[in-house]
C-alpha cells in the first residue's frame, strides 16, 4: 500500500514548490514578437495559464503579461531566457504585493424571471455592471481581483453560466509615493 502512494507524494511535493508567477515584459511592437515569446515558453515545456498583450502608450511598444505556474529555478530560468530575446526590452515579475493586479470577465448568465431580481443585486453588490440583455440572459461585465471575480462566478452558477470569457491579470508595478 505504502509503496502505491509514494509517486502521488513525490507529485504533491513537486506541485507545492509550484506557485503562479505573473510576468510582464516591454516588447518592441513588431510582427513575430509574441509568437517567438510563446515559442520560448511552449519549446521549453512551461504553461502559459493566461496571456495579455496591448500596445503601451508609445505605439512602439507592446505590453505582454504571461502567468505560468514554476518554482523558483525555473522562474529564473525563464526570466533568463525571455531577457535573451532580442525585442524583449524589460521584464519583471510582478506576483506580489508591490503590484496592482486585476482581472476583466463578461458572464453570460441565464436570467430567468425569478432570477433576475437577485442577479441584479449581486451585481450591484459586486459593483460590475449588466452590459447586455436578452430575454433570457444577461451579461455582465466585472474587473477586480481573482478572488472577486471566483466568488461572483460561484454565486452566478446556481442562475446557470451560459458562458464566460475572462483576461487573467493585469499587472502594473506600483508607482512610489
Do not use: W
Not at 94 to 100: I, K, N, S
Request: net charge neutral; charged share 30%.
Amino acid at each position: 500500500m505504502a509503496d502505491k502512494n509514494t509517486p502521488d507524494e513525490d507529485i504533491r511535493i513537486v506541485n507545492m514548490n509550484e506557485e503562479k508567477h505573473i510576468f510582464t515584459m516591454l516588447v518592441d511592437n513588431e510582427p513575430g514578437v509574441l509568437s517567438r515569446v510563446v515559442g520560448l515558453f511552449s519549446g521549453r515545456g512551461f504553461n502559459i495559464d493566461s496571456l495579455v498583450v496591448a500596445e503601451t502608450i508609445d505605439p512602439k511598444i507592446s505590453r505582454i503579461t504571461i502567468v505560468t505556474k514554476a518554482d523558483r529555478p525555473v522562474l529564473e530560468q525563464i526570466e533568463k531566457q525571455l531577457n535573451k530575446l532580442v525585442n524583449v526590452i524589460k521584464i519583471r515579475d510582478l506576483t506580489g504585493p508591490e503590484a496592482v493586479k486585476r482581472e476583466m470577465a463578461l458572464i453570460c448568465v441565464k436570467a430567468k424571471t425569478e432570477y433576475r431580481a437577485e442577479i441584479l443585486r449581486i451585481v450591484d453588490i459586486f459593483r460590475c455592471q449588466v452590459v447586455d440583455v436578452g430575454r433570457e440572459h444577461y451579461i455582465i461585465e466585472v474587473t477586480g481581483e481573482a478572488g472577486k471575480l471566483e466568488a461572483l462566478i460561484q454565486l452566478m452558477k446556481p442562475m446557470g453560466i451560459k458562458k464566460i470569457a475572462r483576461t487573467g491579470p493585469l499587472a502594473l508595478i506600483r508607482e512610489p509615493n
